[in-house]
């Protein structure tokens, strides 16, 4: 394959799907090359799209969901409302806390050590991914 045939490929992609595209292709050729499968890297010198910056995603109105071709209900309903109102404030931006009231960190989880006092340990990893 010549950089100009992925030249042409990656042309013809949107700019973040010609990134995924490139991330894709990088592993596998640099695999190809390193067991001499190939003697040129035809990604060299590929140059990508830039991509735009945004201003991310703007939060939908109700005027926005009225003019959607689907229905939906975007409102909160009042139960949860209530739910949400009867919560002590806080300053963190989560309902899901760990046992000290802190919102939980990757390292915080701690899947593996809770259920270990009511399931058998030949059976806690098949029951995890259920």
Do not use: Y
């Not at 949107?14 to 292709?25: E, G, H, I, L, Q």
């Not at 090359?33 to 201003?55: E, F, H, Q, R």
């Not at 071709?69 to 109102?85: G, H």
């Not at 806390?97 to 340990?121: D, H, M, N, V």
């Amino acid at each position: 394959m010549h950089r100009s045939a992925t030249q042409a490929i990656v042309s013809g992609k949107t700019p973040v799907a010609a990134r995924n595209w490139k991330k894709a292709m990088r592993g596998f050729l640099d695999h190809c090359l390193s067991l001499d499968m190939i003697k040129v890297d035809p990604l060299a010198g590929v140059t990508k799209a830039k991509m735009n910056k945004t201003n991310g995603h703007h939060p939908w109105e109700s005027r926005s969901a009225q003019s959607s071709k689907r229905s939906f209900n975007n409102e909160i309903m009042p139960m949860l409302q209530e739910a949400i109102d009867a919560m002590p404030s806080s300053d963190h931006l989560t309902f899901l806390l760990t046992a000290q009231g802190k919102p939980f960190t990757a390292a915080g989880f701690g899947w593996r050590k809770a259920p270990r006092s009511s399931l058998q340990e030949q059976e806690l990893a098949h029951r995890l991914t259920r």
